[in-house]
């Protein structure tokens, strides 16, 4: 069993600072309660939550052995005894209390918090019009704090109190409903009948309008009231009668929340909200409030009535008054000065701060509550007025529409909520101790030692004061950026009729121009140039010019939402926007590039800093091979592991895509030079990550080469391309040697396949000797004696493409000397050779098309299209390269050029399958470019048919030449297929 630590310097490493009190506490107890002394050590203040427990005890001596037994409401009471010296004292006051902290630990439904405290004066929850039968309201000030209790239990014994603490506040906030609908209940039973005789409701403004509200707050209302109806409907008394008793209610229901006895108080109800403040009446009907929101309400009320919600009372007639007064505040924007009034009543209440407080005052000093709940709500009332899906009345909730929907960039919105669940959340403890209505920060160290333990912080002190300077910079910082923006100003100025005119014709605007969503191209507008930054001032210097140029490309709203995303991602990069000012030329290419390629957006949202080689056209040029070969060698051996070897070989061939990419969308590098770069691209690749696999493998493994085969080593790839290989090995006699090159080939292969931030590169090995079923590996003894006795009439017309690209040369150049004497016949084919060619080609077109695909629209395997050249270059090869030197290449444009030369194709044939294998070759990148995933097929849907169109220089809406020039120049080749490879006339 464990003991009782009783040494004060034990204590003191607890947590306990007078621990001289604590050693003569702990003297009494017995060791069965040591799980009890830890619980109290984990506690805000060990040594008040020790004192009270002790005192508790006093009042009950079995408390410590009840406690034992039930860890949950131990665990919530001791949280409790060590954070609030009020609920301290209430509990010990009246111990019976405890057995509140043993409920389910969630968040009470308000339904059930309405029961609760109606019961407790002794009204009926379950009629619409309860009448209490307590006339003092003290057993609703019982209830009220020990529901307070249930709820600071569920707060402190939270894993985060920021997380929980706008569902604390809600709490709180449906508390207070209940409270204000006990205290109606009783204020009637006081009041006599005449009380059912009117309608009153009580509407929640402030923070227990939105459901946020504090631990001690007032609680800001607004009171209606209309004459009750009788069983016909009619009024039974006039408008005059009901405003007076509606206000010997209202009044009354305030005393009892605010009074003090010797049950304790509430909080004070605060009607200063009302029309025309503390000197209007406390009471009106809904017409007298229609008129005076109409007429006479300044733009401080509309901003108080945002937050406006039934509380208590007749909750029908509440929501009347919500619905008359919600059009006019999402009005209040428009109003003259709007925004100027709202700024300079901020700076009133930072005035009024007394100055021994300004510093520490969390809600209304600068970098404060206040300042993140003024720029959302300005926010709001500015653009809410166009936009329904930012009217909530939450601040937190209204922050995240805020930031859905693209009116605050989503860094700072995550910031701002970071930094507001902070600031509520120590708001909260500090007003848990006294329970008192304070929002400033105490300066004694045992009180901040107190709140920075209740938050979980190891170095109390230390970590609370920098976290709260830091989010309070913070807040200050992007408060400034969007309370003061110019661009809202400007927005408010617009009557709201103008506005939305303005908003429809700028939406016309944008749509003629192209964009599918100009709505959402407004909002990134908007996301972008709003503030009072050097950045949002660039911002709306470019935009102009940019929209312009988005528009020019296959998809405008994609290029904008892009340019928002990378903007964001570099906007505090300080070469980023000075270079697109300074840049046209940077500034057009990244706007076309952005409204092109889904895939370059990709490769250049992950690595955004890859921008700068938009200046100029050398920087697009594909890079030497030797080059990218020794940075990738030099970022791996920076690098313990393979994984993050392979990662850093990664992160540069994802720049070196987006390079590849880049030059063809701006037309810098052709077809051609596109295939060599990412042949290069790979080769590089693949060659130093089979040096990381090696040696990641224990014991030795021979020397080992990739025959590049297929499009990789035509030196044609595609962006889609895998890297088709066949893997050969230096002969060994160690028995275990294959094993261990298996064992790199599946390390290599698995980390560069491995999905991650940029496209993975899939090494494909079905081109080797007996294609799936034969061995993964051979040494080249084997090759060459599987070349010499069995290889297959298909497996030498793969070796045409056969190359050696990685790995070690003189292993690979071997291996290539033998398939040059297979691959080349001196005598070309046997009669029984071509004929197997011509049965495996028809093969291929009847099994290999996709089930449902269109032929005539397949770039790959469809009449005339890249098969079909490649097919009846080949064959030009295998028939005349044994005397022909010049056909032997692994290009199909190279041996097409060497054949029409050497007169085996006459130039008209040669042009016709030259100009389908480009166009069909093009179509293949551009829409992997234009989609970020791979097609072999002209596109089904008609607006990506029509954004390829644009891409390939069709123009707009040009799809249907699109498709009519490929089909005619698959025609045209189709027609020389037939003749030369077919041989048919």
Not at 615 to 638: H, I, K, S
Request: net charge neutral; with cysteine; glycine share 6%.
């Amino acid at each position: 069993m464990a003991r009782i630590e009783t040494r004060e310097g034990a204590l003191a490493r607890r947590g306990f600072t007078a621990a001289e009190s604590a050693v003569r506490i702990l003297r009494g107890w017995d060791e069965r309660y040591a799980p009890l002394l830890e619980l109290v050590s984990g506690a805000a203040d060990p040594d008040h939550a020790l004192a009270a427990l002790d005192r508790l005890r006093d009042a009950d001596p079995q408390v410590l052995d009840r406690l034992i037994e039930r860890p949950e409401p131990a665990r919530r009471l001791i949280a409790v005894l060590g954070a609030s010296a009020t609920l301290a004292n209430d509990l010990v006051a009246h111990p019976d209390r405890l057995d509140r902290l043993g409920g389910p630990p969630g968040r009470v439904p308000a339904a059930e918090l309405r029961s609760e405290l109606l019961t407790a004066v002794g009204a009926d929850p379950h009629v619409p019009v309860p009448v209490a039968t307590d006339l003092t309201g003290d057993q609703l000030r019982t209830a009220y704090r020990t529901a307070v209790l249930r709820i600071a239990a569920r707060d402190l014994t939270a894993d985060d109190p920021t997380e929980v603490v706008d569902d604390i506040a809600g709490e709180l906030a449906d508390l207070a409903d209940a409270t204000l609908e006990g205290a109606l209940a009783v204020a009637r039973a006081k009041v006599g009948p005449d009380a059912l005789l009117c309608r009153i409701a009580v509407i929640a403004l402030g923070k227990c309008g939105a459901q946020e509200l504090n631990y001690v707050s007032d609680v800001d209302v607004l009171y209606v009231a209309e004459p009750a109806l009788d069983g016909d409907g009619e009024p039974m008394i006039n408008s005059d009668r009901a405003i007076t008793i509606a206000t010997l209610l209202a009044s009354e229901l305030s005393r009892i929340c605010s009074a003090h006895t010797a049950a304790g108080t509430i909080w004070p109800v605060d009607a200063a909200l009302r029309p025309e403040g503390k000197a209007g009446q406390l009471v009106r009907t809904l017409t007298s409030h229609r008129g005076y929101y109409e007429k006479w309400a300044k733009t401080w009320e509309f901003q108080a009535m945002l937050k406006a919600r039934p509380s208590a009372g007749d909750l029908a007639l509440g929501q009347e008054f919500v619905d008359l007064v919600t059009p006019l505040v999402w009005r209040a924007g428009e109003r003259q000065n709007f925004i100027a009034d709202t700024q300079a009543m901020r700076r009133r209440v930072v005035d009024l701060i007394p100055a021994r407080d300004a510093e520490r005052e969390l809600k209304l000093g600068e970098g404060g509550l206040r300042d993140v709940e003024f720029s959302v709500q300005l926010l709001q009332l500015v653009h809410g007025r166009a936009d329904e899906r930012l009217r909530a009345r939450a601040t937190l909730p209204s922050l995240q529409a805020l930031i859905d929907n693209g009116y605050v960039g989503r860094e700072d919105g995550r910031r701002l909520d970071e930094a507001y669940r902070f600031l509520r959340a120590l708001e909260h403890r500090i007003q848990l101790y006294r329970l008192r209505r304070t929002h400033v920060l105490p300066q004694a160290d045992d009180d901040l030692r107190r709140l920075g333990r209740s938050l979980g912080y190891a170095d109390p002190v230390a970590t609370l004061l920098s976290t709260w300077r830091s989010y309070s910079r913070q807040v200050r910082r992007l408060h400034q950026r969007i309370f003061y923006s110019p661009l809202l100003d400007a927005v408010a100025r617009i009557p709201s009729s103008a506005l939305r005119l303005t908003t429809d014709a700028a939406v016309d605007r944008l749509r003629a121009l192209g964009y599918a969503d100009p709505a959402a191209a407004l909002r990134h507008i908007a996301a972008l140039s709003q503030g009072v930054s050097r950045s949002a001032e660039i911002q709306r210097q470019l935009l102009p010019a940019m929209l312009g140029w988005f528009a020019e490309g296959p998809n405008p709203d994609h290029g904008l939402l892009a340019f928002r995303q990378v903007s964001e991602a570099l906007g505090s990069t300080p070469w980023y926007l000075r270079a697109l000012r300074d840049e046209g030329l940077m500034a057009e290419r990244l706007a076309r590039i952005l409204a092109s390629s889904r895939y370059a957006v990709q490769l250049l949202t992950r690595s955004p800093q890859t921008v700068q080689m938009l200046a100029d056209d050398t920087a697009l040029t594909p890079r030497p091979v030797d080059d990218l070969r020794a940075e990738m060698r030099a970022a791996a051996g920076r690098h313990e592991t393979p994984r993050s070897a392979v990662e850093a070989i990664r992160a540069i061939r994802r720049r070196e895509l987006f390079r590849i990419a880049a030059g063809d969308l701006l037309d810098v590098n052709d077809v051609d030079t596109v295939g060599e770069a990412l042949t290069d691209l790979a080769a590089a690749t693949i060659d130093v990550a089979l040096t990381v696999a090696r040696n990641s493998i224990s014991g030795p493994v021979p020397e080992m080469a990739l025959i590049a085969m297929g499009r990789w080593g035509g030196r044609e790839l595609s962006y889609a391309s895998d890297a088709d290989t066949m893997f050969v090995m230096a002969d060994s006699p160690d028995p275990g040697a294959t094993d261990r090159a298996v064992a790199v080939i599946s390390a290599l292969r698995d980390l560069l396949a491995k999905p991650g931030v940029d496209p993975s590169l899939i090494i494909d090995a079905a081109l080797r000797p007996e294609g799936k079923q034969g061995p993964l590996i051979r040494s080249l003894s084997a090759y060459q004696k599987y070349y010499r006795q069995w290889s297959s009439t298909w497996e030498l017309q793969a070796l045409i493409r056969a190359d050696a690209l990685a790995g070690d040369h003189d292993l690979g150049q071997a291996l290539l000397a033998e398939i040059d004497l297979r691959r080349w016949p001196a005598d070309g084919l046997s009669d029984a050779q071509l004929l197997e060619i011509r049965r495996l080609k028809a093969r291929v077109e009847s099994e290999r098309l996709p089930r449902g695909a269109d032929p005539a629209k397949h770039t790959k395997l469809g009449p005339g299209g890249l098969a079909d050249v490649e097919w009846t270059v080949q064959l030009l090869q295998l028939q005349h390269a044994g005397t022909e030197p010049s056909l032997r290449t692994t290009r199909t444009l190279t041996a097409l050029d060497a054949a029409e030369r050497a007169g085996l194709i006459l130039p008209d044939d040669a042009d016709a399958l030259r100009q389908a294998w480009l166009f069909a070759s093009r179509v293949r990148n551009q829409l992997m470019l234009l989609r970020g995933r791979g097609s072999d097929s002209l596109p089904s849907d008609t607006r990506e048919l029509a954004a390829l169109a644009h891409l390939m220089g069709f123009g707009r809406n040009e799809s249907s030449h699109l498709e009519a020039e490929y089909r005619r120049l698959t025609r045209r080749a189709r027609a020389v297929v037939d003749r030369l490879f077919w041989n048919n006339p």
